[in-house]
Structures are given as structure tokens and as C-alpha cells.
């Protein structure tokens, strides 16, 4: 039942982030931004649907149920984070690469000292959602794979930034 809770929660945080996204996308669009990384954005797509896909089958064919509460508690406090990153970004946070022509970057929050705070954040997640539930191929293969994905996701704004 904890884990259909926490799945569920999960879904409707990503929901939520995308909503966010759109919003803040329709914004930056309005006012000259311009997207990039275009070819990779399918591929992060599928890599993040998959993952839910992986959470809930590794799940179901466990012979054994339980789950890690300190996991669990690190996790909310991940998304406390998360929001808080999101919040210093403000309109300038989407799931896509966008950048407005001759407007500074955003130097505030966890920005002020990193680079990619957020991808920090998303590593974590990926590795703790499934360890939380002690789905542990998940955990491998989906932290192998956004490994890949991050490192062509950096790399893409790096080159913008």
C-alpha cells in the first residue's frame, strides 16, 4: 500500500513539474526565447517514462515487500530541495533548454554555487526512489542510463551557457 502511495505522489509531482514547465516554456517563448537540444528531449522522455515502467514491474514481481523509511524521509527531503531549486529559477526552470538572447543567468539559490544543481538532484532520485523500495535493477540499470542521458543534457547546455 506505501509503495502505491509513494508511486502515485510521484507521478503527480512529475505531472505537476510538467504543468510548471509548459507554463514557464509559453512564457520564455513569448519572450524570444530559443530552445535547444531538441533531438535528445524524446530520449529523456522515454528514459523517465520507462523508469516509472521499470519502478512499478520490478515491483509487482518481488517476492519480497518492504520499505527503507529513512530512504523514504531522504527522498521528501530531495523534493524539498528540488522546489527550492525550481523557486530560484523561477520562469526560467523548464524541462527543455531554453535561453533568451542577452539575459543573464540566473546566479541565486544552489545556482549561486553550482552549475546543475537540479541534475544533482535528479541523479539522487533516480538512484533513491527504486532503493526505497529495494528494486535494485532499477536502480543499476536507470543509473547507468541517466548517466548517459545527463552527460549529453550537460553537455548541450554547456554549450549554451
Known amino acids: 500500500m506505501i509503495f502505491l502511495l509513494f508511486f ?7 505531472i505537476g513539474e510538467l504543468i510548471l514547465s509548459k507554463r514557464n516554456e509559453n512564457w ?11 533531438s535528445h528531449y524524446p530520449w529523456m522522455i522515454a528514459l523517465h517514462v520507462l ?11 518481488q517476492t519480497s515487500v518492504s520499505c527503507n523509511y529513512s530512504l523514504l524521509f531522504l527522498f521528501v527531503g530531495l523534493t524539498a530541495l528540488k522546489v527550492l531549486i525550481i523557486k ?3 520562469k526560467f526552470w523548464t524541462t527543455k533548454i531554453y535561453r533568451i538572447p542577452n539575459v543573464a543567468l540566473i546566479k541565486r539559490g544552489a545556482y549561486k554555487y553550482f552549475k546543475h544543481p537540479n541534475y544533482t538532484i535528479v541523479i539522487f532520485e533516480i538512484a533513491i526512489i527504486p532503493l526505497t523500495f529495494h528494486l ?4 543499476i540499470v536507470f543509473s ?3 548517466a548517459a542521458m545527463l552527460y549529453v543534457r550537460i553537455s548541450e547546455e554547456n554549450k549554451i551557457l
Request: aromatic fraction near 20%; charge should be neutral; glycine fraction near 8%.
Open 8 to 14: 502515485l505522489s510521484l507521478v503527480a509531482l512529475r
Open 136 to 139: 535494485y535493477f532499477t536502480t
Open 28 to 38: 520564455l517563448l513569448a519572450n524570444g526565447a530559443i530552445e535547444y537540444g531538441k
Open 88 to 90: 530560484s529559477l523561477g
Open 51 to 61: 523508469f516509472f515502467i521499470s519502478l512499478l514491474m520490478e515491483y509487482y514481481f
Open 144 to 146: 547507468i542510463l541517466n
